[in-house]
């Protein structure tokens, strides 16, 4: 069981029907977030799993204040699928049974290949994080199946797409989740991109593996009461129109409101950051989230970065710093006998941070803020 440390356990019951909860989960590389949207019901966007305990992050959390994720979760998104983003999402998706699946239509050919293929045993495409996607489409298959196989129950995330609501009754107020990206500009590039991976009948040429980028991530735009939260996921900005945060931005049909949360995108990586977002889509004084990146010896956020969010956000929060781990020293003798028996050691990504934030949707009050160690308030 994975220690919260100084996040105790909180009884279900003390929940109230109108209060929200934000809780965003990172070690350091991969990352998860679990909201409350009032009423008990939940959302789980992205998926984590602890490489210390292997334990499923949001899953572990949820039970251990009195979730039953099984009936309770309401939505599992997928942003997209690099790997810090989509550790675990099988067996989460498994888990979450009553939970719709939403992921982005923008895949790579892999991935592409895997859901044409959803109903065979053709084994020829296969790597990791394909294979993550494929059994996370074998779950939903065998959870549709009625006694033929059926396409897999999955939600594309489009522009302005409602993705889950609710009235409100007595005390609990309303809710939406809508995605707001990826823009249909992205997906007609993945598209066209994927023209160059399908072989065509008299043109002799071989196959361009392409990378999906960034901009098609999900975004997701929370709300419950009067209380609104954005969460950015890896969304990157091109600076072209159609694409990355200029297409939110300027968009008609997005929801009316600003945000209060805005977990910020790309771990807070310059091109995530698009001005407009701060000016038009969130509150003068918004309380910014974030997760770091760290991989070899480049990590996310910058110092320059930080500095940046600092100016934004009247408060912001990393689930972990952006510094890497000490590397454990080890006798040189034993160094030069793993080197010599090719063996590869990859440093763990790090203690597991945990920013909590809640308030009531009904109400003025401030957001109550708590965090689990290594989560720290961001500072320039």
């Not at 408060?315 to 020293?329: C, E, M, N, Q």
Request: some cysteine; glycine content about 8%.
């Amino acid at each position: 069981m994975t220690c919260f440390g100084s996040l105790m356990p909180l009884d279900a019951a003390l929940l109230a029907d109108d209060e929200i909860e934000v809780s965003l989960f990172g070690p350091g590389f991969g990352e998860s977030a679990a909201i409350h949207i009032g009423g008990g019901d939940w959302i789980i966007v992205d998926t984590l799993i602890d490489e210390y305990s292997s334990t499923l992050i949001p899953l572990e959390y949820l039970q251990s204040i009195g979730v039953d994720t099984a009936t309770q979760v309401k939505l599992v998104v997928g942003t997209h699928f690099d790997a810090d983003h989509v550790m675990g999402l099988s067996a989460t998706v498994a888990a979450c049974i009553s939970a719709s699946f939403v992921t982005s239509l923008v895949l790579n050919e892999r991935q592409v290949l895997r859901l044409i293929r959803s109903n065979s045993r053709d084994p020829e495409v296969d790597d990791r994080f394909a294979g993550e996607y494929a059994e996370t489409l074998s779950v939903l298959q065998q959870r549709a199946q009625t006694g033929t196989p059926t396409v897999p129950p999955i939600t594309w995330a489009a522009p302005n797409t409602t993705l889950f609501q609710r009235p409100s009754s007595g005390a609990c107020p309303r809710a939406r989740v809508t995605s707001l990206a990826p823009s249909h500009a992205s997906v007609t590039m993945t598209l066209q991109a994927l023209g160059n991976v399908i072989p065509v009948e008299g043109f002799d040429r071989k196959p361009t593996p392409f990378r999906v980028p960034n901009h098609s991530s999900v975004v997701v735009w929370v709300e419950v009461g009067d209380v609104a939260l954005l969460l950015g996921s890896d969304l990157e900005e091109t600076g072209h129109s159609g694409t990355g945060w200029t297409a939110i931005c300027d968009s008609g049909a997005r929801p009316e409101g600003r945000a209060e949360i805005f977990k910020v995108p790309h771990h807070g990586s310059s091109n995530g950051h698009h001005e407009r977002v701060w000016s038009e889509l969130l509150v003068d004084e918004p309380v910014a989230v974030l997760t770091a990146w760290r991989l070899g010896a480049h990590s996310l956020p910058t110092a320059t970065d930080m500095e940046r969010i600092c100016e934004h956000a009247a408060d912001a929060y990393l689930t972990s710093p952006p510094a890497a781990p000490r590397s454990l020293k080890r006798n040189p003798a034993v160094e030069k006998t793993m080197k010599e028996s090719v063996i590869r050691i990859n440093a763990l990504a790090g203690r597991l941070g945990h920013v909590r934030l809640r308030r009531h949707a009904n109400g003025t009050s401030p957001w109550a803020v708590e965090l689990q160690t290594p989560a720290d308030r961001l500072r320039s």
